[in-house]
């Protein structure tokens, strides 16, 4: 396999895999909602699962990187980035879980909010790296809607918790923080598809915008109910960040048989 080797045309999404996909995020669901007694000091599946399908898409992109080979500029580059933004999630992971079984202490927040922020930087970085070099410049209507998603999502998110608090307080900036790391993130990633729909990678970028945009939705749905002190575990929010990384691994597969 040569490093800078030119992926084949991907054209085809198997209905059996996404069925597969969106029906273990319904299970996962159904576990965590009904089956599975949750006891804050102890691990159970559930969270073990999340950090395994973390640890799976970084594994992932890392092999599509290697592939590439390493130090190549574009995909070789971006794809290490984007298992370090998984490795990031991993730490953070193991860190929840730390203060949560042993020191039994309420992770939230933590010093595993430093490594889920990380997750956003080298994320963008893949998107914004790729979308740059394969069409380096941007039209009037581009710009003015990389800029308009993210004032939209911080907008609904702000305007939806100071009608119900009357005021903005720490949980609220604090969240925001996170809340404009996967906006962004979200913007770049539907940019991709625009540029990418018609090549060769048309494919695996919307199964990759697709999973960015179930952990984006799951990402503010939780800040937004940290800002009330209203999350549990059991909430549909575990669901979303299990399945949009299923999707995401799906899309790496998809690139990795294709180099």
């Known amino acids: 396999m040569k490093p800078q080797e030119v992926p084949k045309r991907i054209d085809s999404l198997s209905l059996g895999v996404i069925f597969i996909i969106i029906a273990l995020g319904v299970v996962f669901?159904?576990?965590?909602?009904?089956?599975?007694?949750?006891?804050?000091d102890e691990l159970d599946v559930i969270?073990?699962?999340?950090?395994?399908?973390?640890?799976?898409?970084?594994?992932m992109v890392f092999l599509v990187s290697r592939s590439y080979s390493w130090k190549t500029e574009v995909f070789g580059k971006t794809y290490f980035s984007l298992g370090m933004a998984y490795s990031m999630f991993i730490i953070a992971e193991i860190i929840w879980d730390y203060h949560e079984v042993v020191l039994k202490t309420s992770p939230y927040p933590s010093p595993a909010d430093v490594f889920y922020f990380a997750f956003y930087p080298f994320t963008i970085y893949h998107l914004v790296k790729n979308c740059k070099f394969f069409k380096p410049k941007l039209g009037k209507i581009?710009?003015?809607?990389?800029?308009?998603?993210?004032?939209?999502?911080i907008g609904i998110y702000s305007?939806?918790?100071?009608?119900?608090?009357?005021?903005?307080n720490?949980?609220?900036y604090y969240g925001s923080v996170f809340v404009i790391g996967t906006s962004v993130t979200l913007t770049f990633a539907i940019l991709?598809?625009?540029?990418?729909?018609?090549?060769?990678?048309?494919?695996?970028?919307?199964?990759?915008?697709?999973?960015?945009?179930?952990?984006?939705?799951?990402?503010?749905?939780?800040?937004?109910?940290?800002i009330f002190d209203l999350y549990s575990r059991e909430h549909v929010t575990m669901a979303l960040w299990f399945t949009?990384?299923?999707?995401?691994?799906?899309?790496?597969?998809?690139?990795?048989?294709?180099?």
């Open 29 to 40: 669901q159904i576990f965590n909602y009904f089956v599975i007694e949750q006891m804050d």
């Open 47 to 59: 969270e073990i699962s999340v950090t395994v399908v973390f640890g799976i898409a970084a594994v």
């Open 142 to 153: 581009e710009k003015t809607w990389l800029l308009a998603i993210p004032l939209v999502i």
């Open 159 to 168: 305007y939806s918790a100071y009608d119900q608090l009357g005021e903005f």
């Open 170 to 172: 720490l949980d609220f």
């Open 192 to 226: 991709g598809v625009t540029i990418f729909r018609h090549s060769l990678l048309g494919v695996i970028w919307m199964l990759l915008a697709f999973g960015i945009f179930l952990n984006s939705l799951a990402d503010v749905w939780y800040y937004y109910l940290e």
């Open 244 to 259: 949009s990384t299923n999707f995401i691994i799906y899309a790496l597969y998809k690139h990795y048989k294709s180099i």
